[in-house]
């Protein structure tokens, strides 16, 4: 019989993955989008983090490093098993957070590049898709993270896009800008083998941007994703 035990801080169980998130202003959220808790496959807990924002973190500015570290360890005292964040830049953080839980953190699916560089071949291109007011600084902050990618990187620039009257966001025009901008990335880097969606708002459109492209499109959920199984492996069952 199965013995279970409290974890000792709190009576909530479950929650496998917490996610510390920007201290921005809200955001619509549609599935696959990393806010969005049915994106995921596991049960996932939120965090706004004070202070954390994409400005701080593309201008290296690390004041909210405390704040991030002590959010990052009050989930763990909740129970999570891993912890993933809701912005790719949150990259600049990675080393600190990692270093001050005792759990599994993966802030960014820029995290994936050495493996994804491995897998497509030292020729081609890796190219990285993130807003128009951080593309322009992924190579440097990958740099700056540590990461060592010996293929070529290259950025584009997509944004969401909103109804000007109501601030919703357009899920069909938000497609079409991003595929464009993919087609268009392609046409530019006709070698590139594989692309990452370095924004958490991104993921909902990697299908699209995967059909378009024809190159493996990886992003936060596809982090999660690898690190929920290994947290969580599955029982295999089969016959011989």
Do not use: W
């Amino acid at each position: 019989m199965p013995i279970y035990r409290t974890n000792g801080s709190s009576e909530i169980c479950g929650q496998a993955i917490g996610i510390l998130c920007l201290d921005e202003e809200p955001q619509p959220s549609p599935p696959g989008a990393v806010n969005n808790a049915s994106s995921f496959a596991c049960p996932v807990v939120y965090r706004v983090v004070p202070g954390f924002t994409t400005t701080k973190l593309v201008d290296g500015n690390n004041d909210c490093v405390d704040n991030m570290i002590e959010t990052a360890r009050e989930l763990q005292r909740e129970g999570v098993q891993g912890i993933i964040s809701n912005c790719g830049c949150a990259i600049a953080l990675q080393s600190m957070i990692a270093s001050a839980v005792s759990i599994p953190v993966a802030l960014s699916p820029l995290l994936l590049l050495p493996m994804i560089a491995r897998s497509i071949g030292a020729q081609k291109t890796i190219a990285v898709m993130s807003a128009p007011s951080t593309h322009k600084h992924m190579v440097n902050m990958i740099a700056r993270a540590g990461i060592e990618v010996a293929n070529p990187v290259t950025t584009c620039g997509a944004d969401i896009v909103k109804q000007s009257e109501t601030a919703d966001l357009d899920f069909s025009a938000t497609e079409a800008s991003l595929v464009h901008s993919a087609r268009q990335l392609m046409a530019d880097n006709p070698h590139t083998g594989a692309m990452v969606l370095e924004d958490g708002r991104f993921p909902p459109y990697a299908k699209a941007i995967q059909d378009t492209s024809g190159v493996p499109v990886f992003d936060a959920i596809t982090l999660a994703d690898f690190l929920f199984a290994a947290i969580h492996p599955r029982a295999r069952q089969g016959h011989m």
